[in-house]
């Protein structure tokens, strides 16, 4: 699988001429800092919990999943807790949301095709489910309290959790379609390629929202 690295946030320079590569990596760094609490997640609790039902379901037919599938949909628990943070807000719906995407993709087993991206295959049904539901809901949950930044991840000193509210702030400020970028591509590592195929859009535009992204960060920021 093609891989992009939190040198996503550095590279294609031609493309975000007016930021430093040390702006643009810091800025990486401050992403992982605020979800990093999450690279574990999904390794013990309801979400292996439910997998190891899945599994125990398909043996009572004779079947399993393949190797493939089942690896990524381990693999890819801590990304799609991730993206699904970025795109509710809240800690409790981004685990049902994870929950409902491995139960498509449990279901839509068939629909996967051995050898390609199980991450991008997820990343799909994950963003197509929710909005699916958010096509219902007339707004997106508020977070006044900073509960959403405090789920993160484990509480730094003082002065970094300043910091990362102030990224988590600065999050919550971008468009949709640019926070989803920075996530697909800065924390969960995919190809401009794979997140433009989860995205339903063209590569150009993915390259186009990072670099927006990154612009508007940095003038958040300061």
């Not at 690295?5 to 930021?19: C, F, I, K, N, R």
């Not at 999450?38 to 398909?58: I, N, Q, T, W």
Request: proline share 4%.
């Amino acid at each position: 699988m093609p891989s992009t690295t939190m040198s996503s946030l550095a590279d294609a320079g031609q493309e975000d001429p007016v930021l430093s590569l040390e702006v643009r990596e810091h800025l990486g760094t401050q992403l992982r800092a605020l979800y990093g609490s999450l690279d574990a997640f999904g390794a013990s609790g309801p979400l292996h919990a439910l997998m190891e039902r899945l599994d125990a379901a398909l043996a009572a037919y004779g079947e399993t999943l393949t190797a493939e599938v089942r690896a990524g949909m381990a693999e890819q628990m801590p990304g799609l807790m991730r993206f699904a943070l970025s795109l509710t807000k809240d800690r409790s719906r981004a685990e049902d949301l994870v929950q409902e995407t491995l139960m498509r993709a449990w279901r839509s087993r068939h629909t996967y095709e051995a050898g390609t991206n199980v991450a991008g295959w997820l990343t799909m049904i994950l963003r197509n489910t929710f909005y699916s539901h958010h096509r219902k809901r007339s707004h997106e949950v508020e977070d006044p309290d900073e509960a959403y930044a405090a789920a993160l991840s484990i509480a730094p000193p003082q002065e970094d959790r300043l910091h990362l509210q102030d990224m988590h702030v600065a999050m919550g400020q971008l468009p949709p379609e640019q926070r989803e970028t920075l996530v697909l591509i800065v924390l969960n590592n995919l190809s401009y390629e794979e997140a433009a195929l989860a995205m339903g859009c063209k590569v150009g535009t993915v390259k186009s929202r990072m670099s927006r992204a990154r612009e508007r960060l940095s003038e958040i920021l300061g």
